[in-house]
């Protein structure tokens, strides 16, 4: 199982990366690091001080201790900690956070592992991806590549993401924001775009790798390009630049998740897209969230819960 393959690896997480600390700052939070090198980032906001803690390693009573003494020295309201595969959540429930129904970051992904061969990432291919991929290759789809792309190729990407969040109507990523991640992953940032056989970009996508993984962060399709195979090929072909370069897991970041159902509920074109490659999917636990606000620790005995 994947899941097994990615705990014994102790792979780290892309949130918790000095790169996806300093992108957090661009966006307006703080970041501080606990003694284990924890990243806990913090804002101030309306309401008050929130903070958070995306995919730590699995975290022991100590860095429970450390962090909450952190946080509440920033005055924060409440603790929200997403945790990673094979935390122990009694750990966190005895030191008294209890589960959120607010994610954060996608819950359920599908995780490719890069050390199969070709031969075994290809027999991981649906019945009907096979099909798609063969036909990409004989309409002439290329692929090409850029890692630590330059801003021209940033802005031709921005330019197709912001057609594709045109279509389908969901908040598109700034070419402040992709140029930022490029400045901060340098060599692990990568654009992948795929050409049909007249030479037009239809498909393109941004990654970021930290230490053993990539991440599938952003993506765009042209009109062209959502009624082509020309996706097909573009996946298959990162899963072997990606594992040429030496990474080992690919994470294709985020499908529908039924715990979530109204987080995830937009998620089934490309939740179904993403499973013609894998049927591994990992499943994170809940997040999970700790009051320290008084006002909210009362409405949370008047509510039951509170919405965070």
């Not at 990673?84 to 992904?109: A, R």
């Not at 690919?250 to 894998?278: A, C, I, M, N, Y």
Request: hydrophobic letters at 35%; one cysteine or more.
């Amino acid at each position: 199982m994947i899941s097994d393959f990615v705990l014994k690896n102790n792979f780290e997480e892309l949130r918790q990366s000095p790169g996806w600390a300093g992108y957090l700052e661009f966006v307006g939070w703080n970041c501080i690091r606990t003694s284990r090198d924890i990243n806990i980032a913090w804002m101030k906001s309306v309401i008050g001080c929130v903070s958070k803690i995306q995919r730590p390693g699995s975290l022991t009573l100590k860095d429970l201790n450390e962090i909450e003494k952190i946080c509440k020295s920033k005055k924060a309201l409440f603790i929200k900690i997403e945790p990673s595969l094979g935390q122990d959540e009694k750990v966190l429930e005895n030191f008294g956070y209890k589960k959120s129904y607010i994610p954060l970051l996608p819950p359920s992904t599908i995780l490719i592992n890069l050390k199969k061969t070709e031969k075994e990432l290809f027999d991981d291919v649906s019945h009907s991806g096979r099909y798609s991929l063969n036909r990409s290759n004989r309409e002439g789809v290329t692929i090409d590549f850029h890692q630590n792309p330059s801003e021209k190729i940033i802005k031709k990407f921005w330019e197709l993401a912001s057609e594709t969040s045109q279509k389908k109507k969901f908040g598109n990523v700034s070419l402040k924001d992709l140029t930022k991640k490029v400045e901060l992953f340098g060599n692990e940032s990568f654009i992948i775009s795929a050409k049909n056989g007249q030479g037009e970009t239809t498909v393109a996508n941004f990654y970021l790798g930290y230490k053993n993984s990539i991440w599938y962060v952003h993506g765009g399709t042209s009109e062209k390009g959502r009624k082509s195979k020309d996706g097909y090929k573009l996946v298959w072909e990162s899963f072997l630049y990606f594992k040429k370069l030496g990474y080992l897991t690919l994470d294709l970041e985020g499908v529908q998740d039924k715990r979530f159902p109204t987080f995830t509920k937009s998620w089934g074109g490309f939740t179904h897209f993403k499973e013609k490659f894998s049927q591994e999917k990992i499943e994170y636990p809940q997040p999970y969230i700790k009051l320290l606000n008084p006002v909210l620790k009362v409405l949370e005995k008047i509510y039951g819960r509170v919405p965070l």
